[in-house]
């Protein structure tokens, strides 16, 4: 289970965007409504997992019954009771798509939930013509050259350095709350890579 799509009952893409990224998967995980999503899509995910608030009847018997994960857990979202699971299953390559839109609380929540497991799994928010990447070590990333790419610190960050970016950094302190300094750049070949001490931050680029 080395790579695994992990859809949310927030916006999702069209299935020209979606069935692409459940073909390189090595599977499929929806998260409570997210199945309904998926379905829509044209994408049949291979578990459905949440307290199944918010799936449809039709969703629940496109999965074989021993695929319905039910977790009754009040005190975490939908996301966290997915990616709680995926690391007990020693998954550590997740590519998340659905669950922005909507509701902005829910959408800020989401974003903010990724801090912890960040240190334990490699994260990728897809979007079309966009990725998101909750980074708390140094990370390699494939790109076009002139990509837009930027770094937001969620908290204070040491020793941050920048390669492969029209304007790179070497062991620079970014602030919280600071910003300016790290927004559209812009990536000079076919890769670049960030690094950092400590602290966290998202790196948003486009494809």
């Known amino acids: 289970m080395s790579r695994v799509l992990l859809i949310g ?37 291979d578990r459905i997992i949440g307290d199944l608030d918010s799936v449809s009847e039709y969703a629940k018997k496109c999965v074989p019954p021993e695929n319905l994960i039910f977790v009754a857990n009040q005190n975490n979202t939908d996301l966290e009771k997915a990616l709680d699971f995926l690391l007990s299953r020693g998954c550590t390559n997740v590519t998340l798509t659905g669950f922005i839109g909507g509701r902005l609380d829910f959408t800020l929540g989401n974003f903010l939930s990724l801090v912890p497991y960040a240190r334990k799994m490699e994260l990728t928010v897809a979007g079309p013509g966009w990725r998101l990447y909750p980074t708390v070590t140094p990370r390699r990333f494939d790109c076009r050259p002139g990509a837009r790419v930027s770094i937001i610190p969620l908290k204070t960050c040491l020793g941050v350095t920048l390669n492969g970016l029209k304007y790179p950094l070497a062991n620079a302190r970014l602030p919280f709350g600071k910003t300016g300094r790290t927004l559209s750049n812009q990536t000079t070949g076919n890769t670049f890579t960030v690094s950092l001490k400590s602290g966290f931050l998202f790196v948003y680029a486009e494809e």
């Open 9 to 45: 009952n927030g916006h999702t893409p069209e299935a020209d965007f979606l069935q692409p990224l459940a073909k390189q998967a090595d599977w499929v995980l929806a998260a409570d409504g997210g199945a309904d999503r998926a379905l829509a899509a044209g994408v049949t995910p």
